[in-house]
């Protein structure tokens, strides 16, 4: 009998490939995001249903990325509250490293309160904040946000594995996240997050999603996760929580980790 591991690399193999040319018109950079929560278990399902509906995007042979990101934010943790109690529009401030290519990207998320998710960003040479303020990254933030990099700081970090997958119509992406791991520079606190997966559907509009027929199948439903929100309160309990709280517990039951505000 397979491992779920190798339930998920069986499957994820039988789709045809797609590559990062062939997806060059998916950007998809104004967009509706529905991001939902699941496991390793529930995920080796998904890709089997998927068969015959969806590609996955193939770089340099593989079908699963590495990828590296900084979070940045204000002394009084700003892009988090706002975050947590709900406002919008909202924003967040991040440096992401694609690991298998070596590309860094300084990047704004912006959230309206229609529900649609803007993303800009500039290249940079590295995550080192020299670098990143070399190649006009505090132009760019203070332009979108308001902030410099005076007056921000690196927060949080994550690591994660991401499958990527396009529907044969390409009108959508679903990114898969796993093995999703914290870093906090502010308390050097670190974290994991067990068999916990974190599915993000990305399409312009309403279009038809052959996945959203999968998921219901699966039982799996919608819901909210910030990797940057829940990392951030695994690392550092001393942040504002109440909200948060819930999914925590919820992504623990998932997962089998101890997902929790930190009390180290």
Same mark, same amino acid.
């Given at each position: 009998?397979?491992?779920? +591991?190798?339930?998920?690399?069986?499957?994820?193999?039988?789709?045809?490939? /797609? =590559?990062?040319?062939?997806?060059?018109?998916?950007?998809?950079?104004? !967009? *509706? $995001?529905?991001?939902?929560?699941?496991?390793?278990?529930?995920?080796? =399902?998904?890709?089997?249903?998927? &068969?015959?509906?969806?590609?996955?995007?193939? /770089? +340099?042979? %593989?079908?699963?990325?590495?990828? !590296?990101?900084?979070?940045? $934010?204000?002394?009084?943790?700003?892009?988090?509250? +706002?975050?947590?109690?709900?406002?919008?529009?909202?924003?967040?401030?991040?440096?992401?490293?694609?690991?298998? =290519?070596?590309? @860094?990207?300084?990047?704004?998320? @912006?959230? #309206?309160?229609?529900?649609?998710?803007?993303?800009?960003?500039?290249?940079?040479? %590295?995550?080192?904040?020299?670098?990143?303020?070399?190649?006009?990254?505090?132009?760019?933030?203070?332009?979108?946000?308001?902030?410099?990099?005076?007056?921000?700081?690196?927060?949080?970090?994550?690591?994660? &594995?991401? /499958?990527?997958?396009? #529907?044969?119509?390409? *009108?959508?992406?679903?990114?898969?996240?796993?093995?999703?791991?914290?870093?906090?520079?502010? @308390?050097?606190?670190?974290?994991?997050?067990? +068999?916990?997966?974190?599915?993000?559907?990305? !399409?312009?509009? #309403?279009?038809? =999603?052959?996945?959203? $027929?999968?998921?219901?199948?699966?039982?799996?439903?919608?819901?909210?996760?910030?990797?940057?929100?829940?990392?951030?309160?695994?690392? #550092?309990? !001393?942040?504002?929580?109440?909200?948060?709280?819930?999914?925590?517990?919820?992504?623990?039951?998932?997962?089998?980790? $101890? /997902?929790?505000?930190?009390?180290?």
């Amino acid at each position: 009998m397979l491992s779920t +591991d190798q339930r998920i690399e069986h499957w994820l193999a039988q789709l045809p490939p /797609i =590559s990062l040319d062939e997806m060059s018109g998916i950007k998809l950079m104004n !967009r *509706t $995001d529905t991001k939902f929560v699941t496991n390793k278990e529930k995920l080796a =399902s998904l890709l089997e249903l998927a &068969q015959g509906q969806y590609y996955a995007q193939q /770089i +340099d042979g %593989s079908r699963v990325a590495n990828y !590296r990101t900084t979070y940045w $934010d204000t002394l009084a943790h700003r892009f988090y509250l +706002d975050h947590h109690n709900g406002r919008a529009p909202r924003q967040k401030i991040r440096v992401r490293t694609y690991l298998d =290519s070596d590309l @860094t990207f300084l990047e704004v998320k @912006t959230k #309206n309160n229609h529900g649609r998710t803007k993303k800009k960003r500039i290249t940079v040479p %590295s995550q080192d904040k020299a670098d990143v303020v070399g190649a006009g990254g505090t132009a760019f933030i203070q332009a979108l946000t308001g902030e410099t990099f005076d007056g921000i700081i690196p927060t949080v970090q994550n690591r994660f &594995q991401r /499958i990527t997958l396009v #529907n044969f119509g390409k *009108t959508e992406r679903l990114t898969i996240d796993f093995n999703v791991g914290f870093h906090n520079f502010e @308390t050097g606190h670190d974290a994991a997050t067990g +068999d916990l997966v974190i599915i993000e559907l990305k !399409r312009d509009g #309403n279009v038809f =999603s052959p996945v959203l $027929d999968i998921l219901r199948q699966l039982r799996i439903h919608p819901s909210g996760f910030s990797k940057y929100c829940i990392g951030s309160l695994m690392t #550092n309990g !001393r942040l504002k929580k109440n909200l948060f709280k819930k999914k925590m517990i919820r992504a623990s039951k998932l997962s089998g980790a $101890d /997902i929790r505000p930190d009390e180290r």
